[in-house]
């Protein structure tokens, strides 16, 4: 053979030597609790389901969401 055949499968053979000799990566937070430990959400950017839920039965009707969101148009509507 060649130096013409020999030349790819050498390349080849480094490559497959160079990326089993790398170590996995991990991400940084690859704790379980890195989820928990992120900042909260600004006040004002997520809904109060307790205060929506005026007779407190666990779900919200279209007639309580109806009436929150007439008394609570939003940035964009005021």
Same mark, same amino acid.
């Given at each position: 053979? +060649?130096l013409?055949? /020999? ?9 497959? $030597? $160079?990326t *089993?000799? #790398?170590? %996995? &990566?991990?991400?940084a +937070?690859? @704790?379980?609790?890195?989820a928990? &430990?992120k ?5 004002? %950017? @997520?809904?109060? /389901?307790?205060?929506?839920d +005026?007779?407190?039965?666990?779900s919200i009707?279209? #007639?309580?969401?109806? &009436?929150y969101l *007439?008394e609570n148009?939003?940035p964009?509507k &005021?």
């Open positions: 053979m +060649t013409r055949h /020999w030349a790819p499968l050498a390349l080849i053979a480094l490559a497959g $030597a $160079a *089993a000799a #790398e170590p %996995a &990566k991990k991400p +937070t690859s @704790t379980p609790h890195a928990a &430990k900042p909260a959400e600004s006040v004002g %950017a @997520t809904r109060d /389901w307790g205060r929506i +005026t007779n407190k039965d666990g009707s279209p #007639e309580e969401m109806e &009436k *007439a148009p939003g964009l &005021k």
